[in-house]
């Protein structure tokens, strides 16, 4: 079954530090996204992408956060100044046609630890 | 933000026994709410979605319950499975956005 894969599993970073989570959606899927959780809270929606650009943010995604899609294939996530609140786990997914029904594909998740 | 609320944190029920998991919402402009399912160290994978129109769908062992004057839904697992231990998410799509708003999560453990 097609999965979306996230790199690294664990990453380790020093307040301040520029940090890029990565992304292979599934092939044929359209739509990107990336979420967060907390440790011990609910999955937050960051961004949603479509044809290159953002087509959603939400209030978290501020100024610090980017998101490319440089190939064709990637989806990234760029945090440039790294804060000890950004500790979470970060979800990309990705779907076939906009989320209504049918759900996404979520990933198996960044773990970011700022320290 | 508690637009979704799941209010029960956890929920421990016997194998073979139905499992019943409750969601709330206050947004009336959703049109479509979902459930997801997690394992540790993994992603939320769908399990099964209503649209705002209807009142009940089913998928196999499980089966969703939208009673939108209540803003509540459920979701019913029959008969419960050992691996269907983890924690379940309702979220909830307010129309015309991409995002999806998540629950806190209930984790669900069956009893063998």
């Known amino acids: 079954e097609p999965e979306v894969t996230q790199t690294p599993s664990h990453q380790v970073t020093q307040m301040g530090q520029e940090v890029i989570l990565r992304c292979v959606p599934i092939s044929n899927h359209l739509y990107f996204y990336w979420y967060r959780q907390i440790l011990g809270q609910k999955v937050e929606f960051l961004v949603s992408f479509y044809n290159n650009e953002i087509s959603e943010k939400s209030e978290i995604f501020d100024d610090q956060f980017s998101v490319e899609r440089p190939d064709g294939s990637n989806f990234t996530l760029k945090i440039r100044s790294t804060k000890l609140e950004d500790s979470a786990m970060y979800f990309c997914?990705?779907?076939?046609?906009?989320?209504?029904?049918?759900?996404?594909?979520f990933g198996s998740g960044t773990r970011l630890t700022v320290v | 933000d508690q637009q979704v609320k799941q209010n029960s944190p956890s929920l421990s029920v016997q194998e073979g026994r139905i499992s019943i998991l409750n969601c709330d919402y206050t947004?009336?402009?959703?049109?479509?709410f979902l459930w997801y399912k997690k394992y540790p160290a993994e992603g939320p994978t769908f399990l099964i979605s209503?649209?705002?129109?209807?009142d009940k769908n089913e998928d196999g062992r499980f089966t969703v319950f939208l009673n939108k004057s209540a803003k509540h839904l459920s979701l019913h697992i029959v008969p419960s499975q050992p691996g269907d231990s983890a924690v379940y998410f309702c979220a909830a799509r307010n129309f015309g956005n991409e995002k999806l708003t998540f629950g806190t999560g209930t984790r669900l453990t069956i009893i063998p």
């Open positions: 209503i649209s705002s129109i209807k």
């Open positions: 947004n009336s402009m959703f049109d479509y």
């Open positions: 997914a990705s779907s076939e046609e906009s989320a209504g029904g049918y759900g996404y594909t």
